[in-house]
């Protein structure tokens, strides 16, 4: 059978997870594929699909025969960031059931640990203390979410399911049972103020890039609690630290940050209030993600509709 040749762009050190998908996608196919990992991309005509993830500017128009670009990441601002992009080829992120699970968990930890005080336990077990901090009903504690798409629906969802009241926020009126939606600029105060613990998982978008400032956050109720696991670039981060500082919010979990690796100077790594994590929210997992590009290859061969497409205009 006919290998089909893919290109593997990463700017990750080693292949990244090439030599995975390389066999997931081949097994998900049902065909060889003849994988060349970036920069050894032998004869560039051969090579029809792109595998992407954070590629070098301009990578992408290498490919004289290119016909497809695949984000290996749910988010596709890495992709939309390369000027020389080829501006008439789809693009096509992963589904990954599995990252989207994982996804949900690291919402649900963070806000478990702060809804049922865990710090302050963990410093009262190094301090031999027995104190019990004051209650807060489940049905007291307010989420809400900000982004309703693959991921934000999922974390919004599971939240409902262990009993506490669910909002959130997309650009376009969305319909989710049992969880209180709001949309657009005119939804976005109410949600806000319904708002304890906020969750981000927006797109970085032009839209969306700054969005978390002073401003934002003083709509939060006081004491409000902050996860961001979508992208650091939504967070003023002098905002955010005034807001931590003041006591208007009790205290952030961050996954993403405006540059990353976390510069090792920065205020977040020793704030009190912070919790930081390297960017490991969700992880892409071929095997689980395999299944959804062989599914759009095929329906590139056959001239079918492409499915998981990215609306460049709107930037996700
Ligand atoms: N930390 C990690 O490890 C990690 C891993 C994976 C993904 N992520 C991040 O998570 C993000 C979300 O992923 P996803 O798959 O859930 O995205 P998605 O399916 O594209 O959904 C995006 C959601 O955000 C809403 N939205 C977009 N722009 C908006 C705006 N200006 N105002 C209000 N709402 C807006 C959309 O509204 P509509 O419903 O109206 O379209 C939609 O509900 C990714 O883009 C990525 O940055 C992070």
């Known amino acids: 059978m006919t290998p089909i040749a893919v290109a593997y762009i990463t700017a990750a050190q080693g292949g990244g997870d090439s030599e995975r998908w390389t066999r997931m996608l081949g097994e998900a196919l049902g065909r060889p594929v003849d994988m060349r990992v970036w920069p050894n991309i032998g004869r560039a005509e051969d090579v029809t699909v792109a595998l992407a993830w954070k590629a070098p500017g301009g990578a992408l128009a290498r490919f004289p025969n290119l016909r497809l670009i695949v984000s290996l990441g749910m988010g596709v601002d890495h992709l939309l960031l390369d000027a020389k992009l080829p501006a008439d080829i789809p693009i096509v992120r992963i589904m990954d059931e599995g990252l989207i699970g994982q996804m949900s968990e690291y919402a649900i930890y963070y806000a478990l640990r702060h809804h049922r005080a ?38 919004a969802r599971k939240f409902l399911g262990l009993g506490f009241p669910t909002s959130g926020w997309s650009r376009t009126p969305r319909n989710l049972v049992g969880i209180a939606c709001h949309h657009g600029a005119a939804g976005l105060d109410a949600f806000l103020a319904g708002t304890d ?41 002098a905002d955010l630290l005034a807001a931590l500082d003041s006591g208007h919010l009790s205290g952030a979990t961050l996954d993403v940050f405006n540059e990353e690796p976390l510069p090792g100077s920065h205020p977040y790594w020793t704030h009190p209030k912070v919790l930081v994590t390297p960017h490991i929210a969700g992880e892409t997992n071929p095997r689980t993600a395999a299944a959804s590009v062989a599914d759009n290859i095929r329906r590139l061969e056959a001239g079918q509709p492409l499915i998981h497409t990215i609306d460049r205009a709107a930037g996700y």
């Open 118 to 155: 865990i710090p302050a336990y963990e410093a009262s077990q190094r301090a031999r203390q027995w104190k019990v901090e004051d209650f807060v009903d489940t049905a007291d504690r307010r989420i809400g979410i900000m982004g309703l798409g693959a991921i934000g629906t999922d974390v």
């Open 197 to 237: 613990i906020l969750v981000d998982v927006l797109p970085l978008t032009p839209e969306t890039t700054g969005m978390i400032d002073g401003r934002l956050l003083g709509k939060l109720p006081k004491g409000a609690y902050f996860i961001n696991m979508a992208r650091g670039g939504h967070v003023v981060d």
